[in-house]
């Protein structure tokens, strides 16, 4: 069979979630390969965890430039990868990064890209859900092999142990690729929570929240539950909370397990990034607020009694 | 410094939008058509640097012809003249021929700096920068939350980003010319004025055709794009649940949900 390639990201030395979804999804459809891109050694930290999940080979294209460059060098390295082992297809993450690789990824190879697939068959059908989750679309790169960008949470990642070959790749970068040089990475700190595109459960919060001092509220639920922390437009353009962390239209798109809408009213732009959830609850005072249209469950009152209340019950129940 | 801005129209991402049933393509006809919002950041991010570097702002459309609406609105911040790529050949044009149109436009203007919003709100793609920099051989900084330009007085500049990542941010830069992507962080765009309304309707703009630019019809719009959407439905509309109004117990139905649904 032929290698289907997935383009591995990291963070914090970790895998993402999203490669393990990829390298589940790419055993449907060839055998997986794991693509690290970085500085040297980046390989030898993740390659037990690539094994695990089923991947036969993993490429290590490891060149200091690959990491302090903006993804040019990588986009650089994989197309001539792509050119050697000729894929059946390649498999990126529909992340910031993951995206900027495959456009340009796209541009060298003259080949088509289809962005936040949630879904690939055999036969190169993807799948997308477009302008808010509303519209469910079947596409196919036409020219070219099936270059896609996979969105976080759109399968569940499961183990299939393999022997990962590590198969060095040669690196060459060239000027034209070095022209971002990134001077600084800062870690922000983020505490235990999951990540929230990643996440299998987001607790979001809005204008209905009141305060920055009352998103405690909606951590805490959010860390009862082992998930991330979400808040919508209105309560970053409020000062609640930071603007990575906004979900909708302008933010991430989630699609969680279970997703907690807490004083959101639920306007289009907010729906966009949350509509596909599986389980949706909501929490407003407002009988008539468009979020009770999508929820599962809703109760109509007071967040800032209904949470500490059920926050105190899910403790109850431990 | 010769800047130039990169404006969409997009259908009004908080309205209904749809695809069209005959070829696949963005409706855009039945829907009330927009500046895609993240680029009036770019646009007013262009007039602050302008403001300070001084220079010329030129806004860089590709769409119909209705999409002139959209580039008066964007003159009316400020911006001093446009250029409208418009040919109907181009419908249905993929991100690739589009990258490919707007690199030959690009070079009728020959930017230092070119800004855009990081994603269109009906698309969000998020490629076109870098695909963009990739044709032209040109440095891309790419999701900006602050930007900085120190000119070196000979008409180029070094140009700096804070980029969020998931663990925090980059710090980023580049010589000119760059294409560089912003988000809705980095500023809070102006309200065209009066004044400004009344002078973007004297503003000159350049509308260039497919032949102005050199590149073969078959290249671009359906027929030239290198993906195609095999077909589109509507996602059945999630139905409500059950709502209960919380009368001092809404917290623990709420759990009682969780449980039954095995969340706790």
Known sequence: MAEVLVVVEQAGGAVKKVTLEMLTLARELGTPAAVVLGAPGAAAAVVDKLAEYGAATVYAAEHEDLDGYLVAPKAAALADLVRQVSPAA?????????KEIAGRLAVRLDNGLLTDVTGLAADGTATQAIFAGSTIVTSRVTRGLP??????????????????????????????AKL????ERVAEAKGARPELTE?????????????????????????????AVGASRAAVD?????????????GKTVSPQLYIALGISGAIQ????????????????????????????????????????????????? | MNIVVLVKQVPDSGAERNLRSDDNTVDRESATNVINEMDEYAIEEALRIQEAHGG???????GPERAGESIRKALSMGPDKAVHVVDDALHGSDALATSKVLAAALGTVNPDLILCGAESTDGRVQVMPHMLAERMGIAALTGARKLTVDTDGAGGATLTIERQTEEGYEVVTASTPAVVSVWDTINEPRYPSFKGIMAAKKKPVTTLSLADLGIPAAEVGLAGAYSAVVEHAKRPPRQGG??????????????????SEKFV
Do not use: C, W
């Open chain 1, 90 to 98: 390649v498999l990126l993450g529909s992340t910031q990064e993951g």
């Open chain 1, 147 to 176: 270059l896609v960008t996979v969105r976080p949470n759109s399968l569940t990642p499961t183990p299939a142990p393999a022997e990962a070959k590590v198969s060095a790749v040669e690196v060459a970068v060239d000027g034209s």
């Open chain 1, 180 to 183: 971002a040089r990134i001077v």
């Open chain 1, 199 to 227: 996440a299998s459960v987001v607790v979001s919060g809005g204008r209905g929240v009141g305060s920055a001092e009352n998103f405690k509220q909606v951590e805490e639920l959010a860390d009862l539950l082992g998930g």
């Open chain 1, 238 to 250: 409020s000062g609640f909370y930071p603007h990575q962390f906004q979900v909708g239209q302008t």
């Open chain 1, 270 to 318: 907010h729906r966009a990034g949350m509509q596909t959830s599986k389980v949706i609850v909501a929490v407003n005072k407002d009988p008539e607020a468009p979020i009770f249209e999508l929820a599962d469950f809703g109760v109509v009152g007071d967040l800032h009694k209904v949470v500490p209340q059920a926050a105190e019950e899910i403790r109850k129940r431990r």
């Open chain 2, 56 to 62: 010329e702002v030129t806004v860089l459309t590709m």
């Open chain 2, 242 to 259: 059950t709502k209960v109004v919380d009368e001092g117990d809404g917290g623990v139905k709420l759990v009682e949900f969780l449980a």
